[in-house]
Every structure is written in C-alpha cells, then in structure tokens.
C-alpha cells in the first residue's frame, strides 16, 4: 500500500479535479477515463491506469503492424488513428443512455448499438467514393462501447480473460435477469477507498449509475460506484467513497474494483482488436487501407535506355515530387515501388515502405544502354505491379513504344485485380504511338496516357505538371512518321 501522505495528496488532486470537472458537467459518469489530458493524468494516469486512448492505441497500433507490416505507424496511419480515439472520447458526452456504456445490465441495447455502427462502418467504406472519416467516426464510438463493457461488467471478476466472444457479434447476452440478485453485500478496503461490492451472480452483470436511463431497481444489483454515482451508497458523511464494482483505474476510492483494472484493461485491447477484425473479414483491403490510414502503393517504371538521358534527371525530379507531395497525407504510400527497365534486362526492382530510402534508389538511376527503339516497357510495368499490394498507382515514364506490347492484356489483368491505375508517360516518340498504353490508361482506371517532347520540370509537383500538359501534346496521331531515333550514347552512372 503507499503510503497514507501520498495518497492523501493525490485524493485532493483528485478531489480538486473532480469539482473542476463538476463545473463543466453536472453527473459525469467515470469509465475508463477518455484521453490522456490533465484529468486524466490527475484521476487515472499517474498511478499507471490505462484510458480510452490507451486502449485504442495499442490495439489498432498492433493491428496496423500486423496486417501492413510496418515497423512503426506513418503519419497518415496515426492519423487516421486519432480520428478514431476523438470519436471513442466523444462518447462520454452522453452520461445518459446506459446502452453506450454497458452500464446497468444493457446488454441487449448496447449489442444493438454496436450492431448498428458496425453496419454504418462497412456503409460507409463501401460507399463510392469511400467515406472514410465517416467509418472512423462509427468505429470510435463502437470501441468506446465495447472497452467500457470489460470495466462495468463482472466479466474479468469472473476468471476470464481476453475479449468476450460474443461483445460485437450478433449474439445475445447472458445478463442477469431483472429480479436476479447480482451484487449481496462488500468488502471493506480501508478507510481511503470505497467499498468494493460482492458479485454473487454467475452471470453478467454491470453496474447501474445515477442519472442514467435505466435506474438500479433495488439493492440486489450492482452499482458502478465511485464519487459521482448517486445509485450507490456512500461510507462517509461527505458521500465522496461510493460503493461499485467498476475498474475504470487503479485508485480504489473512484474504482471499487480497482485490483481488476490491468486485467480489465487487457481484455478491452483484445476485443479492440476482435471488432476491427470482424470488419476486416467484411471488407477488401483498399477498404481496410482507407479505415486505418494505411495508404496506397506509390510504384514507377522508369525507362533508363540511353535515349532518356535527356530527360532523366527531370524524370527523377518529377517522381521524386510525387513521393514528397504525399508524405503527410491520407495518401501518404505504405509501399513504394521502382521497377527500372532496360534493353534486355530489366531491374533491379526495389520494394520498401521508407520513403527517403526510396527516394535514394530513385536518384541513383541514369541513361544507358539499348540498341533499338522499342523498350520492355510493358515487362517493367509488369515487374511493377508484380512486387505492389493491393490499391494505388503505377506511374510509368518511357520516350519510346513497346517491343513486348504483347504484355498489354497481363499487365491490364493484374492492375485490375490489385486495384492499381497505370499511367503511362511519354517524352516525345522513337517510333509509332503504342496503342498498348492507351489501353493500359484506360481499362485500370487512369482514362489516358500523356505524351510531351519537353522535359518535365523539376520544379514543379507532378500532379500539376501532367494535368497541365494540353491535348496537343498528348498522344499524337498514331499516322504521324516518327522522329529519327537519337544515338545511343553511354551515360555516367551519377
């Protein structure tokens, strides 16, 4: 036990915090405290408590490593995650509707909530175009639920540990029955904290709370307890150590149940993880990408024949551009991939989700090589998408058509099959206009591919640039005569 001094100290932070709160909200119901701001530093944090965001975090941290396999989350990923806390803290501004918190034998009612915001959440990932902060936001609240069922129930107190298998799944309930004793009796903990309630009955049970809608019909049922709750009766004249059963935190005079806290809190990071799996079953993985912020592919096929060294440098700036115009957003790529392609040989290819490494590989290519006009260009597009997951785009750059269009019809089957827009780049032409790229363009989703007999600018963003180029500059009439194919010339490696 610590001692007496200091607990003393921390009860009058936390009684000075709890009239603070007060002033702001009249019966405020405790749960797992919500974010990790000063109150709940003051009332769970600082004895080492987990809250709402806690749990949140680490189970969906873990999810995004496991499913990505990322070492750490990007920024769009905890992005995309603090969306979903905000919304999971925001659920405490209903002291209410019992329902959102598992509190007083809900059961039935929260099951339907969650069963309802599960299907807001696939709603609205399978809505064209993708409503991500909308399924970010039902999710949230869903988590907030489902966490505070393992601090008001009797769930842990009954032995078990891990996430029930039926919170969240179109199951019922075995809660108590209305005239069924649930709570008989308590254990005196000591004069600095409240008393902690008996469970006597084998099935479930949460505690009810003053203020909320459903009230507590007699003593035999649990109470959530702690300062706030006017359902349970007090042991002191000041009615501060109000008798429950919740494991909101570690301090026994706010949570009765206090010792169960860590167990309660683990379980509530398994089923966290259970009901973002139980979507995932549901959903493809762009939709996934889109609901955890893990964010797209970003791959090129470059050519680096000798006949680009006129425009590789400018080529390297413009992906490079790309790479840096997304980091930081919700586009921000989980893989990036370069698949060069040469004249015979292709590659080396590169897969990786560090950008700076990949932007590296990017500023090592130069010009070299070939002895033809026609390139692999379809093979490096192909080897491209080959080594890509699942959603995003492939940006392709060549001055010249390609000698394996043959390739057209496989390299338009797997973009479609991995949800990937291929658009091909052409500076100017060696030989006639493939008909292959316009078709590539077209059926993965890109609608065209661009053609230009300029460099493109190093300083400007590529999106810009592309979506500035005019149709006159875009692929010429396939009965233009081409122009004469420069000489190959040999290029240092930079």
């Not at 299907?119 to 936001?137: F, K, M, Q, T, Y």
């Not at 639920?145 to 032995?159: A, L, R």
């Not at 079953?281 to 970003?298: D, R």
């Not at 033809?372 to 093979?379: G, I, S, V």
Request: proline share 7%; with cysteine.
């Amino acid at each position: 036990m610590r001692p007496q001094v200091n607990h003393l100290h921390r009860q009058l932070l936390c009684l000075l915090a709890l009239l603070a709160l007060s002033l702001l909200m009249a019966q405020r119901s405790w749960a797992f405290c919500p974010k990790n701001g000063l109150l709940c530093l003051v009332t769970a944090r600082s004895n080492g408590a987990l809250t709402h965001q806690d749990i949140t975090q680490r189970g969906i941290e873990e999810l995004d490593k496991s499913y990505f396999g990322v070492p750490k989350l990007t920024n769009s990923m905890q992005k995309a995650l603090d969306e979903i806390i905000e919304a999971n803290a925001r659920v405490d501004e209903d002291q209410t509707t019992s329902a959102k918190h598992f509190d007083g034998e809900s059961g039935a009612a929260a099951q339907a909530r969650l069963a309802e915001l599960k299907r807001n959440v696939l709603d609205a990932l399978r809505s064209d175009p993708i409503n991500a902060h909308g399924a970010r936001e039902n999710l949230g609240s869903a988590l907030h639920t489902i966490q505070d069922f393992y601090s008001h129930s009797n769930w842990v107190e009954g032995g078990n540990s891990g996430a029930h298998p039926g919170v969240g799944r179109p199951v019922s309930l075995p809660f108590s029955g209305p005239t069924e004793t649930a709570c008989s009796g308590f254990v005196d903990t000591g004069s600095f904290c409240a008393n902690s309630s008996i469970i006597v009955t084998s099935n479930l049970t949460s505690g009810y709370y003053g203020g909320e809608d459903r009230v507590k019909p007699g003593p035999f049922k649990c109470s959530h307890g702690g300062p706030l709750d006017k359902s349970s009766p007090s042991s002191d004249p000041l009615g501060y150590f109000r008798e429950g059963i919740n494991k909101d935190t570690l301090y026994c005079d706010i949570s009765p149940h206090s010792g169960f806290h860590n167990a309660a809190a683990s379980a509530a990071i398994a089923a966290t993880k259970q009901f973002v799996g139980d979507i995932k079953a549901e959903i493809t993985e762009p939709q996934l990408k889109a609901l955890l912020g893990a964010g797209p592919t970003l791959a090129f096929a470059i050519d680096t024949t000798g006949s680009m060294g006129g425009v590789i440098a400018g080529v390297r700036a413009s992906a490079i551009s790309i790479v840096n115009s997304r980091l930081g957003t919700d586009e921000e790529p989980l893989q990036y991939v370069l698949a060069p392609f040469n004249d015979p040989y292709t590659g080396p290819n590169v897969s990786t989700n560090n950008a700076s490494a990949f932007k590296g590989a990017i500023s090592g290519l130069y010009a070299d090589g070939g002895d033809d006009c026609p390139e692999l260009a379809m093979t490096g597009m192909y080897n491209g998408l080959s080594l890509s997951n699942p959603s995003g785009n492939l940006f392709m750059y060549t001055d010249a058509s390609a000698k394996d269009a043959g390739l057209a019809s496989a390299v338009i089957g797997l973009a479609k099959s991995k949800e990937i827009k291929v658009f091909p780049i052409l500076f100017g032409s060696c030989s006639p206009i493939e008909p292959g790229y316009l078709r590539v363009a077209a059926e993965t989703g890109a609608s065209r591919s661009c053609c230009t007999s300029r460099k493109p600018a190093p300083s400007r963003s590529w999106p810009t640039w592309w979506a500035a180029t005019t149709p006159s500059r875009c692929c010429p009439s396939p009965t233009r005569s081409p122009a004469r194919r420069p000489m190959r010339s040999r290029w240092t490696r930079r």
